[in-house]
Antibody, heavy 123, light 107 residues
Framework: EVQLVESGGGLVQPGGSLRLSCAVS????????MSWVRQAPGKGLEWVST????????YYADSVKGRFTISRDNSKNTLFLQMSNLRADDTAVYYC????????????????WGQGTLVDVSS | DIQMTQSPASLSPSVGDRVTITCQAS??????LNWYQQKPGKAPKLLIY???HLETGVPSRFSGGGSGTDFTFIINNLQPEDVATYYC?????????FGQGTRLEIK
């Protein structure tokens, strides 16, 4: 059974940093683009970032560009999101998600999702 | 950036009703339009991809259509378990924007 398990969320002060991880299992990790999507409390979904299969190409929402870095370790079947200079409006549940299809160049429909990890940016 | 305008924001139909949600893109997004269902406290679930392709295991009462900039999502014979928030998303161009969501409750 395909599984995605996020970790690393928590309470952090404004201006601080946090690194999220997403450990995956039961699929060939290095053949799928991966994404992060977030949801602020009581709000809608917001696409954050996508990374290509090899990790050589990354895409970001304007709201996080320059502050967040997506990466992956294909040898450890793990996706990461390094978040720095965090702001109150970054408070959200962060989901990692896997593409529906293999070998897409820049991401597509997300078929599998983790359960989410809460990031709370507050003093 | 491509803006996705989804409507209505909420609706309260009855069991057995036909429900229609629309999503309008600010630019032509070809066929790159998905629909997700999200129940409270749960991760989103992919229902339809590429405008009209039903994901495996999704009941056939769900359907999607449209092209270019105007898209529709339909639920026929609404069931109690369809209570959720529904989102459209384009992936024609980065950023892969979502619509604002449609909250569906049963009357």
């Amino acid at each position: 059974e395909v599984q995605l398990v996020e970790s690393g969320g928590g309470l952090v002060q404004p201006g601080g940093s946090l690194r999220l991880s997403c450990a995956v299992s039961d699929f060939t990790f290095d053949t799928y683009a991966m994404s992060w999507v977030r949801q602020a409390p009581g709000k809608g979904l917001e696409w954050v970032s996508t990374i290509s299969i090899s990790g050589s190409t990354t895409y970001y929402a304007d709201s996080v560009k320059g502050r967040f870095t997506i990466s992956r370790d294909n040898s450890k079947n793990t996706l990461f999101l390094q978040m720095s200079n965090l702001r109150a409006d970054d408070t959200a549940v962060y989901y990692c998600a896997r593409d529906r299809e293999q070998y897409l160049m820049r991401g597509g429909p997300c078929l599998y999702w983790g359960q989410g990890t809460l990031v709370d940016v507050s003093s | 950036d491509i803006q996705m305008t989804q409507s209505p924001a909420s609706l309260s139909p009855s069991v057995g009703d036909r429900v229609t949600i629309t999503c309008q893109a600010s630019h032509d997004i070809n066929k790159f339009l998905n629909w997700y269902q999200q129940k409270p406290g749960k991760a989103p679930k992919l229902l339809i991809y590429d405008v009209s392709h039903l994901e495996t295991g999704v009941p056939s009462r769900f359907s999607g259509g449209g092209s270019g900039t105007d898209f529709t999502f339909i639920i026929n014979n609404l069931q109690p378990e369809d209570v959720a928030t529904y989102y459209c998303q384009q992936y024609n161009d980065v950023p892969f924007t979502f619509g604002q969501g449609t909250r569906l409750e049963i009357k």
